[in-house]
Each structure stands twice: as C-alpha cells, then as structure tokens.
C-alpha cells in the first residue's frame, strides 16, 4: 500500500503519526530505525511530538538498521552519533534500549550472530522504518543481496559511497558496513518505507511493480503483507498512472 503527498514535509508528518500512534497503543513498542537525510525531517517531527506531549519514547525499545564498519560511537559520521544528535537526545528514551551494530568489532560474523539475537530476546521488531537508496537498496542491503540473508557485513557500492559522502567533512566514506539483512528486514510485524525527491523515482517504480529480485533489494518488501509507503509527488513520478491520479486530486 503506497500514499502520494503533495510535499516531502507532508510525508514526513505523516509517517510521524504513525509512529506516534504505534507507540501510544503500545508504549513497550520495538522501532526499527533508519538513518539517512530522508528521514531527518521525520525524526525532527518526532521531537516536536515530543516537546508537545503526544508522545514519550521512555519504554521504547530500538533496533538501527545498520553502522559504518571501523567507526567509534563518537565518530561525527557514525549513526550512533547521527541518531543522538538527530533523535536520541532529544527525546525520553533510555540510550541503554537503543541498539547499533557494533562497528568496531573485531568479528562481524559474531557480531551479527549477537545483534540478531538481541532483536529475538526483545521480541522482535514492531514497526521497521526503511528508506531506499537510488539502487533500491534498503538498509545497506546493496543489489545481489539474498532475501534470505541476516545481519552481517557487506561491502557498499560505489553510488552508495557518492550518497553518504556528504556526511563526512572529508567525504570519504567508509567502504564497509554492518547491516540488518534482508530477512531480518522482512520479520517486522509492520514496514514503513519513505522515499522523496525525484532521484528515488526509479527504484520506488522498481521496487513496486518489477519482480522480486535480487538486482533491487527493496522488491523484497513485496513478500510482507504489512508493508506502507509514504511518498512525494517527485518519487512516485515513475509509477503507472500516477499522472493521471495525482492531477485528479488537484
């Protein structure tokens, strides 16, 4: 199921509510998080519900979809950073119930082994928010990602490299991640995707209507049947008959 906006702040909003809503009916509620510019707008939303009371995050238990591999926690460019200066700290979450892969670990095979096993013991995931890369990536599951595949780390590809670079004062980007896997993606009882802006409109066509395939990571999404879209006017341009639909609601 997808919905159009008018803009990427409406879509923004709205995603917003619904992850309002999902833990107001259940205040113990396990996130799966996303990290990148599309949902800044998001996380800033979030806040805002904060301040203003509709929201508290205090028994919210969270799960990022993925960390740089090599970078500390305190690495301006590492998500754990970018999540505490995007959200965390600015909301009444307990930082101890936040989960990151661990990007300095000496064994990602173990690591992943243990970041899977801490999403199982806290009953898996509630409601996982996705972005999707230009390449129809979700989390850095690049193209030839198995949909079978768990937490592990991954090699990122060269568009993906380009994408990130402008996090990064030197822009360099690092070329290794650990990454929630495909299926790891798929158990969540509920998936939030966004995407904006009209270099997305490629992948979101792809990932909505092509054939489950490997070569677009994001078509996986169609095997779940919990799955919500939120899209702008740009990033939906691509799909059948949008045209038409959106100049009939003007």
């Given at each position: 199921?997808?919905?159009?906006?008018?803009?990427?702040?409406?879509?923004?909003?709205?995603?917003?509510?619904?992850?309002?809503?999902?833990?107001?009916?259940?205040?113990?509620?396990?996130?799966?998080?996303?990290?990148?510019?599309?949902?800044?707008?998001?996380?800033?939303?979030?806040?805002?519900?904060?301040?203003?009371?509709?929201?508290?995050?205090?028994?919210?238990?969270?799960?990022?979809?993925?960390?740089?591999?090599?970078?500390?926690?305190?690495?301006?460019?590492?998500?754990?950073?970018?999540?505490?200066?995007?959200?965390?700290?600015?909301?009444?979450?307990?930082?101890?119930?936040?989960?990151?892969?661990?990007?300095?670990?000496?064994?990602?095979?173990?690591?992943?082994?243990?970041?899977?096993?801490?999403?199982?013991?806290?009953?898996?995931?509630?409601?996982?928010?996705?972005?999707?890369?230009?390449?129809?990536?979700?989390?850095?599951?690049?193209?030839?990602?198995?949909?079978?595949?768990?937490?592990?780390?991954?090699?990122?590809?060269?568009?993906?490299?380009?994408?990130?670079?402008?996090?990064f004062s030197d822009r360099s980007v690092p070329e290794r991640a650990l990454t929630m896997g495909i299926a790891t993606i798929l158990d969540a009882r509920e998936i939030a995707v966004m995407a904006t802006g009209p270099a997305k409109a490629d992948a979101v066509a792809r990932a909505l209507y092509a054939a489950p395939d490997a070569d677009c990571p994001a078509s996986a999404l169609n095997g779940h049947d919990n799955v919500r879209w939120f899209l702008d006017r740009e990033a939906a341009?691509?799909?059948?008959?949008?045209?038409?639909?959106?100049?009939?609601?003007?």
């Open positions: 199921m997808y919905k159009i906006f008018e803009s990427s702040e409406d879509a923004a909003e709205a995603l917003a509510d619904l992850i309002v809503s999902r833990i107001n009916e259940k205040p113990s509620i396990v996130l799966g998080l996303a990290t990148g510019a599309t949902m800044e707008p998001v996380y800033a939303a979030l806040i805002e519900a904060h301040k203003a009371g509709r929201v508290s995050f205090a028994g919210v238990t969270s799960f990022n979809l993925d960390e740089y591999e090599g970078l500390s926690p305190r690495h301006s460019g590492s998500y754990r950073a970018t999540m505490d200066r995007l959200l965390f700290d600015h909301v009444d979450i307990d930082k101890a119930k936040t989960h990151l892969p661990d990007g300095m670990t000496h064994d990602p095979e173990h690591e992943g082994e243990r970041y899977e096993r801490l999403i199982a013991e806290a009953g898996g995931i509630d409601l996982q928010l996705l972005g999707i890369g230009r390449n129809g990536h979700i989390g850095f599951n690049e193209p030839g990602s198995a949909f079978s595949s768990r937490t592990r780390l991954v090699v990122l590809e060269e568009e993906t490299l380009k994408a990130n670079a402008g996090f341009a691509e799909l059948p008959d949008v045209d038409v639909r959106l100049r009939a609601a003007d």
